[in-house]
């Protein structure tokens, strides 16, 4: 019998009784966040929030809401995401569309955000006017979320796929965030300066290491976003190039890093002219943003 099968085409159950019972075959599927998967997408199943879905946890469910849930939660039991089933991911609390050509915003990403308001912080106030970069900016995540905080910022997010753009374009909009624009381009390649502030989590795993991935990125990320070369620096050496003839005095570049990055990408930085902070943790106690100033 597939995996499902017996939760799918069983009688007629509760709400409630429908997730538990979710829950229990992501878990015995090894989904890492079983409870969470099985609520958000019976949730999104039936077009109940939390609150709603709560409320009427004991309400019998019709054959087509069953069938509705069971078709979301076997595309999960495939290892598709949750925030790819419901096309949407929270991240610096704001809630972002998102599709095939982008990655699925990580938590870990908001450190860059993190360091980016500090590099910010360090040099006036968050008031003032503000020229943001985003170099692959995928669904907009970074730069939205600064444009979030920084209100006489205005920000500019590049992609090579127009897909990505799209989705970007659409989040600004629903975020009433009109300050943001969005360009077709490699990296910086068809940015003028210069800019205050230039961010980015470009490609970095190496491209030998991506079949060990989770199959929850391996299968459903993009490879595009994924893929840093050989050595997984591809791109740092690409906006080590670009980025100092960008970025005006005193201002901060904020890129996203991999495990065990932190001291190659800090040698391509400093031979191009940049002074280095010390890497920022993510809550793992990972390093995982690095910043670089130009002094000069």
Known sequence: MPAGAGVATSQARTIDAARRAWAEEFRASGVESPQLDARVLVGHALGLDHAALAASATRL??????????????????????????????????????????????????????????????????????????????????????????????????????????????????????????????????????????????????????????????????????DGGADGLEFYRAIAAAVPALLGVGGAMVVEIGINQAEPVTGLFAAAGLALQPPRPDLNGVPRALVAEKCA
């Not at 938590?107 to 003032?128: C, I, S």
């Not at 068809?190 to 991935?213: E, H, Q, R």
Request: one cysteine or more; aromatic letters at 4%; glycine letters at 6%.
């Open 61 to 226: 469910l019709s054959a087509s809401e069953a069938n509705a849930i069971a078709a979301l939660t076997r595309r999960r039991l495939a290892r598709e995401p949750v925030a790819r089933i419901v096309g949407m991911k929270e991240f610096w609390g704001l809630n972002l569309h998102i599709n095939d050509a982008t990655l699925v915003p990580r938590p870990e990403t908001e450190t860059v955000v993190e360091a980016a308001l500090a590099a910010v912080d360090r040099h006036g106030p968050r008031r003032r006017e503000l020229r943001i970069a985003d170099l692959g900016t995928g669904s907009g995540a970074i730069v939205l979320a600064l444009l979030s905080e920084l209100d006489n910022a205005l920000g500019i997010g590049t992609d090579r796929d127009p897909r990505a753009l799209a989705v970007a374009r659409h989040n600004a909009r629903q975020l009433g965030l009109r300050r943001a624009r969005f360009v077709a381009c490699d990296l910086a390649a068809a940015l003028c300066g210069p800019f205050d502030l230039i961010v980015s989590n470009p490609p970095y795993i190496p491209s030998a290491d991506i079949a060990a991935l989770s199959p929850e990125v391996r299968l459903f990320d993009p490879r595009a976003a994924l």
